[in-house]
């Protein structure tokens, strides 16, 4: 049987500490140890799945805020907390028009925390709309969408209309006056297309005018189709963020 | 011993950068991890303390039979709502987005070069290219809203002591594009030429015909000269960049081009927001009220 080198004199801090983290359950969730060398730093970069987005190793220059400011990981960052605060609103909200106004009334007077889940979910909404735009404009002035990169900002431009799309579905669920004219104004845009606007408009709101049909259209893309194909968009964006060699860099 | 021979097998220059190389990495955990951990932080405590200080909008129940005056789109497309009182609806609100995303996606394949990757503005003059694309883009704009809302006539009245009934009736086509329809005596014939069905084969495609009378004038105003302007300017920007030798390469126009976008973007956006009250008539943001969105 194998036997580990014990030091005499070991502290209580460090007995703890290996009876924490060196046990047989903790070692097999995670396998490389705290990451204390640059080893098991690597390590678990390459072995945790949320972590492996990443490569184990990055040019300095790309640590600098400044290079990026985070654009593109908050834009990210922000769809995870929007499927969060979404998932939770979800739970008080029915897509009827007899209901949705008033789940959303109910939401704000009575749910714990109700309005702040609302509030969040409205604000990381617009916040997400502008970290996506600014980050295009962060993409574009340090040159980063030229080759190999080139079909990566195709696909960005992909991610920009899902996010403009996730949130024009968004608007129009809390049934209000603001959401009800804000989409009839949307809406009526696209059917101004030649030819192809009025049969697109029927089938995007399901009807002549905003009514039951197009709150359940829109919920059900603002819930499920559009998170979907954007978690798709991105899949493949981060992917090839990796496979083009990570972010741009001078040659 | 094989190492030791592959190793001489590569020239000293190439061992020299590969070592270069990984001088300059840095490993994602702590540093990169360490970063993102606290953008994280900071971005849900802000947000969670902007939540808790304003609230989400909420008005009355939805009414179909109660038109707010103005009705607005969300903020991100009101850029589009303002094109829409300039031109044809088509135009503005499908024919314009369609085709500014197909060229924002055309971008990488117009501009290949690799010059000014991964750096801020790298290239020489990408500055200059920007701000003037920026400048042109946002001044050229406010210009245009200016002369399509008549405020050229306000500021002329204002500039004369006149009043604003006083602009000269021989320059009435001047007020506005609109005024150019209305205010110039075009020929009778001019204003319902019968194209009949045969010009646009909807009934190809399945669709129910087209009978085609056009009304030259409108056609211009709504359609020809929005359509001459939208792509003319920027051509006519590249045009004197590139022979003031301000834009050379294909990335300086790429960033005029792109920070001219921007900036009408941005414009549109916040005179749609913030300088259209009822009516949508163009007013000051506080005879607008305070935007909702």
């Known amino acids: 049987m194998a036997t580990t080198e014990r030091p005499e004199g070991r502290s209580l801090g460090d007995r703890v500490y290996d009876m924490l983290f060196h046990n047989y359950v903790w070692q097999s969730i995670f396998r490389s140890g705290y990451p204390n060398t640059p080893r098991n730093q690597m390590l678990v970069v390459a072995t945790n799945v949320f972590l492996h987005l990443h490569p184990t190793r990055i040019h300095r220059t790309h640590v600098k805020i400044t290079h990026t400011y985070c654009l593109g990981g908050l834009s990210f960052f922000l769809f995870l907390g929007l499927t969060i605060t979404g998932v939770l609103l979800m739970f008080y909200y029915v897509p009827s028009v007899e209901r949705a106004y008033e789940d959303i009334l109910a939401l704000e007077t009575d749910v714990r925390f109700g309005i702040l889940m609302r509030n969040m979910h409205r604000w990381m909404a617009h916040g997400m709309v502008i970290m996506v735009l600014l980050h295009m404009m962060r993409v574009f002035y340090t040159g980063a969408y030229k080759p190999p990169r080139e079909f990566n900002w195709v696909v960005g431009v992909v991610l920009l209309v899902l996010t403009l799309l996730l949130s024009f579905t968004g608007y129009l669920l809390p049934w209000d006056q603001l959401a009800f004219w804000a989409i009839t104004v949307g809406t009526n845009m696209v059917g101004s297309a030649p030819i192809l606007g009025e049969p697109n408009r029927f089938a995007l709101i399901g009807g002549f005018v905003v009514g039951p049909n197009a709150l359940i259209r829109f919920y059900t893309l603002h819930v499920i189709g559009l998170p979907l194909l954007a978690a798709i968009f991105m899949a493949v964006h981060f992917w090839r963020i990796r496979r083009d060699g990570g972010l741009a860099r001078p040659l | ?293």
């Open chain 2, 1 to 293: 011993m094989v190492a030791t021979a592959q190793e001489t097998a590569a020239s000293p220059a190439v061992r020299a950068r590969a070592r270069r190389q990984r001088d300059e990495e840095l490993l994602v955990w702590p540093d990169l991890v360490f970063v993102e951990f606290i953008a994280a932080v900071v971005f849900t405590l802000s947000l969670t303390a902007l939540s808790i200080l304003i609230n989400a909008p909420l008005l009355d129940r939805a009414n179909a039979g109660v038109t707010p005056n103005p009705s607005k789109a969300p903020w991100y497309f009101l850029n589009l709502q303002e094109l829409l009182l300039h031109m044809h609806p088509a135009l503005a609100g499908v024919i314009v987005p369609t085709v500014a995303l197909i060229a924002l996606g055309a971008i990488p394949y117009f501009d290949r070069s690799h010059d000014g990757q991964g750096e801020w503005l790298a290239t020489p003059r990408a500055k200059l290219n920007l701000i003037i694309g920026a400048v042109v883009g946002a001044v050229g704009t406010l210009l245009l809203i200016i002369w399509d809302g008549s405020k050229h006539v306000v500021l002329w009245a204002r500039l004369t002591g006149n009043d604003v009934s006083d602009w000269p009736t021989k320059l009435n086509w001047l007020r506005s594009a609109r005024a150019l329809q209305i205010h110039i005596n075009w020929p009778e014939e001019l204003l319902s030429i019968p194209l009949g069905e045969k010009v646009l084969r909807t009934d190809l495609l399945g669709l129910p015909r087209v009978d085609l009378n056009v009304n030259l004038p409108a056609l211009i105003v709504e359609q020809a000269l929005p359509t001459a302007l939208m792509v003319g300017l920027p051509l006519l920007m590249a045009f004197i960049l590139h022979r003031q030798g301000i834009a050379r390469t294909k990335r300086d126009h790429m960033i005029a081009q792109f920070s001219g976008f921007i900036a009408v973007f941005v414009v549109l956006t916040v005179i749609g927001t913030a300088f259209r009250g009822q009516g949508m008539e163009l007013l000051w943001p506080q005879d607008v009220g305070m935007p909702v969105s």
